[in-house]
């Protein structure tokens, strides 16, 4: 029997290694399968797309905020990986009468390493939780001597239009448009994802850069354009979402993504 604490200081006891996964965030899911533990996922979500063959192989049990209970209790899971961001609490204490659920809270490089090793104690994958951490902490390492030299710019990271909506504080883009030396300038403003006025942007900022995500929302070139209107001198740029908002093994892949991006913009 091991008795394991999650990130959000829950006590969790296992009296055996988990051996039936279901997981409810689509980059947790990659990083199971980046662990070996593909054989050991029963459930998935809609939106869980990496690798692409799962939804062909696993049962899908419904989004991140609306899950089929009835589906996932025939399942029967030994464990559920949740988020804080990503889950609603309300889920969480629902899912916790089935099996114990594991959720995760992801804010800093830290914090998304800290996750992987607690995946490898759980699942008994510890030297394969290594091996990531350590692939992570050296592209990290080697991004941040590519970036020492490129000065701090001031950026805007839209996910959503109709209403416009950012990406604010205390969330893992914010973390990761400061490792690309990207000052958020709605990094103040209340709220983790607020929504914001066009026409107040200069005034509240005024960025080099208008980020455009490609998820949750699909910026199109008509959004570009009507930011483009309210924006002083700032270049807008359409970014890949997964790259600044997936934690797990997706880091790696990350960092080489940040060094083509900053390569195109400079």
Aim: glycine share 4%; hydrophobic share 40%; aromatic share 12%.
């Amino acid at each position: 029997m091991r008795q394991l604490i999650d990130q959000l200081g829950v006590n969790h006891t296992f009296e055996a290694t988990p051996k039936r996964i279901i997981s409810l965030v689509p980059s947790q899911t990659e990083l199971l399968v980046d662990l070996g533990l593909e054989e050991s996922i029963v459930g998935i979500t809609k939106f869980c797309i990496h690798p692409y063959y799962l939804k062909s192989t696993k049962k899908r049990i419904g989004g991140t905020k609306k899950v089929n209970f009835d589906k996932i209790k025939e399942l029967q899971p030994d464990i559920i990986i949740a988020n804080k961001e990503e889950n609603t609490k309300e889920i969480v204490e629902e899912l916790s009468k089935i099996c114990p659920v594991w959720v995760t809270d992801i804010y800093t490089i830290e914090d998304n390493n800290k996750m992987i090793q607690d995946f490898g104690e759980i699942f008994n994958k510890r030297t394969n939780a290594q091996k990531w951490i350590d692939k992570i902490n050296f592209a990290h390492n080697d991004f941040k001597n590519f970036i020492k030299d490129i000065p701090l710019k001031k950026a805007a990271y839209f996910i959503w239009a109709n209403p416009y909506m950012v990406a604010g504080n205390n969330n893992f883009i914010n973390e990761l448009l400061r490792i690309n030396h990207f000052k958020n300038i709605y990094e103040d403003k209340e709220g983790r994802y607020p929504e914001i006025e066009l026409k107040k942007m200069r005034l509240e900022g005024d960025p080099d850069y208008v980020l455009l995500s490609s998820e949750p929302f699909p910026f199109k070139d008509e959004h570009a354009f009507e930011i483009g209107r309210f924006s002083h001198h700032a270049k807008t740029i359409f970014v890949d979402g997964e790259m600044f908002s997936w934690y797990g093994s997706r880091l790696v892949k990350a960092f080489d993504y940040f060094k083509l991006l900053h390569s195109k913009i400079r």
